[in-house]
């Protein structure tokens, strides 16, 4: 009778180990070779690149489709992405990827990095206040893309500061010299997108599926982790990071504005211009997996996989596709079903993704990991549904024994794993990820290997395996500071930003004395149509007559029924600039430039900003 209680004891206790499911585990095996062997296929300069000559050396293509849709472009979101998963694989001892060293890709990368920080777009300049390091997207030979976008994205910066940590972290690894070299070529391109992230996390932007301008939790998420890692590094460097000071008040925000009590689940934008949508969507889990770190606790910071919050996110936001997509066929829970990026989407008639069924997967192999760390899970009001969903004798209450413990990691773990499941299941036979996968016919849908799917599929089969990137400095002390009342702060490092010249970075000319000019734009445009601006100067094209226009505003201000475009433009002081306003209409590509040409006569370097408030009247397009 005894020896039955310890066996069944045994038996009961034991966790869900891989190898379990070999159908499951053979295919991972083989797609996770390919999606590593995909992603580097989409970086320039690699061997046996499918993207051509174009891209330059550590250029990330999203994805080599050139129509239906363009992603022959390079995103700052996705290539750091994508880089971090590379870093991370040659942290795990992965040296080579066919015959590509990890190694010299992630050269490639910080040479192609330090030069685009330095090139003005349209989100502006990066001396002497760094706006145009929230540019989402560059063409891939890293020159500056100029048509109307979701800009600024303020994710950018501060993936990228996080993926140069992680290089650093790599190098640090093997080279006893390591400090050194890191402070020399790493520290400079880090603090510079630091610098931003301090900066501006605290104004609005593009939250990462470049549609909704306001605060995102995935974004925010990203900046938060940036700058605790920085503060990380600027000890371990002995460096200093001023805007590093700024997490605790990130850690306030996030803690305190994105919980939607009576929904249960994390908001994925808040201060967002879209204000018919639920603001449901798996942005929550995707910043969570990013900040995801094996040695943090639950409860800490919100933002962790196995946060309650984030459990109960994971729920309310599997639950809003059951019954959105016919593949889906009204699945009821447990059991996993194709994940979309929000359930009001229409981009391409609103699908399910890859990225976002993968990360269903993922939040759930790091939460079990953690718990089963911690030695310790506490199911609360919060996380209650989500638990009784896979384990129906779930209750509220704390469990440390072992047994308890399998038996809710277990089921997390089988539920993860049915998500990847669902991948497969719409996975064509040759491994290619696309970035969606139509929501009738399950047929791999819009662009063609996107390097971002294969990232996902990466990390989430590396998570399962028990492999979790070192830590970042969740657990530090930075990240034990968090803010009780917060406040709209930031760090004004305006003149403070340096190219990483050490990286050849061009010598980039950088005037002491400027002047910000904020143009307004007091005109009502009606969806589709956007407002520019041309001028003599060459941060405006340089040529009152520039067709197309390259000067893109953004919209500012907005109420419900009148947008204020604004751009804010750094020019030398006491210098005199001609510019004019253009109306574009998206539809019929057409451009009509106003008649008159105005003069704005730039002021002393103060320190104030000059606003320009026009009230253009149009010509009829030409
Ligand atoms: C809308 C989509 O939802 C977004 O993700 C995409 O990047 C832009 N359009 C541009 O195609
Ligand atoms: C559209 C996605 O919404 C965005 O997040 C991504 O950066 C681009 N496609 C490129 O993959």
Redesign the pocket.
């Known amino acids: 009778m005894l020896r039955l209680t310890v066996v069944f004891g045994l038996l009961a206790t034991a966790y869900a180990q891989y190898g379990q499911n070999a159908t499951l585990d053979n295919y991972i095996a083989a797609q996770y070779n390919i999606s590593l062997a995909g992603a580097i296929q989409n970086i320039g300069g690699m061997n046996n690149s499918i993207v051509g000559d174009g891209p330059s050396p550590g250029a990330v293509l999203a994805s080599p489709s050139t129509v239906n849709?363009?992603y022959f472009y390079t995103w700052t979101r996705d290539s750091a992405l994508t880089y971090l998963m590379i870093t991370d694989e040659l942290i795990f001892g992965t040296e080579k990827v066919g015959n590509n060293s990890l190694q010299v890709a992630a050269e490639y990368y910080t040479a192609a990095q330090a030069f685009l920080q330095t090139v003005t777009n349209p989100s502006g300049t990066f001396w002497p206040a760094g706006e145009g390091l929230g540019e989402p997207k560059f063409y891939s030979n890293l020159t500056r893309f100029n048509d109307a976008?979701?800009r600024p994205q303020n994710d950018g910066p501060a993936f990228r500061a996080t993926t140069f940590m992680e290089i650093a972290e790599a190098i640090y690894q093997r080279n006893p010299n390591a400090p050194r070299l890191v402070a020399q070529y790493y520290w400079p391109l880090i603090l510079a997108d630091l610098n931003y992230v301090g900066q501006y996390w605290n104004t609005s932007s593009y939250d990462?599926?470049?549609?909704v301008n306001g605060n995102s939790f995935f974004s925010t998420t990203a900046q938060y982790r940036a700058l605790i890692s920085g503060s990380v590094w600027a000890e371990r460097l002995n460096q200093t990071c001023k805007p590093c000071e700024q997490a605790p008040e990130i850690a306030c925000f996030l803690k305190n504005n994105f919980w939607n009590e009576t929904g249960n689940y994390l908001l994925a934008n808040i201060n967002a211009n879209q204000v018919n949508r639920s603001q449901i969507g798996t942005d929550p889990l995707l910043g969570s997996i990013h900040a995801f770190d094996i040695n943090a606790t639950c409860d800490a910071t919100s933002m962790q996989p196995c946060n309650s919050r984030v459990l109960a996110t994971h729920k309310v936001v599997v639950d809003s596709f059951r019954n959105l997509y016919p593949i889906n066929d009204n699945a009821t829970a447990p059991s996993a079903v194709a994940v979309g990026?929000y359930p009001e989407?229409?981009?391409?008639g609103g699908n399910p993704w890859y990225i976002t069924t993968l990360v269903c997967a993922e939040v759930l192999y790091d939460a079990a990991a953690q718990f089963r760390k911690n030695g310790t899970i506490t199911v609360d009001n919060t996380s209650l549904a989500f638990f009784q969903d896979i384990y129906p004798d779930a209750k509220v209450g704390n469990y440390s024994d072992s047994a308890t413990l399998a038996n809710y990691t277990n089921a997390m773990i089988k539920y993860a794993d049915g998500f990847v499941q669902v991948v497969e299941k719409y996975t064509p036979a040759n491994g290619t990820l696309n970035e969606q996968i139509n929501k009738t016919t399950g047929e791999p849908t819009s662009a063609i290997a996107l390097t971002w799917s294969f990232a996902a599929f990466v990390t989430a089969a590396e998570r399962r395996a028990g492999k979790y990137p070192p830590s970042w400095g969740a657990t530090s002390d930075y990240a034990s500071n968090v803010t009780s009342n917060c406040s709209a702060s930031s760090y004004n490092a305006t003149y403070s930003y340096v190219p990483a010249y050490a990286d050849l970075a061009p010598n980039i000319s950088m005037p002491l004395c400027m002047k910000e000019v904020l143009f307004i734009c007091n005109y009502s445009t009606k969806p589709g149509t956007n407002i520019y601006i041309v001028g003599d100067n060459e941060l405006l094209g340089g040529s009152l007559s520039l067709d197309p226009p390259i000067e893109v505003l953004r919209p500012g201000n907005i109420t419900a029924d009148y947008p204020w475009w604004n751009t804010p433009v750094w020019f030398n002081a006491s210098t005199t600039v001609e510019y004019k306003w253009v109306l574009q209409n998206q539809t019929a590509m057409t451009f009509a430039y106003e008649n008159m040409t105005r003069t704005v006569d730039v002021g002393q370097c103060d320190g104030e900003v000059q606003r320009v408030l026009d009230s253009p009247a149009f010509p009829s397009p030409n």
Not at 345 to 348: A, G, S, V
């Open positions: 849709p363009n976008w979701g990462p599926w470049e549609e990026r989407d229409t981009y391409y």
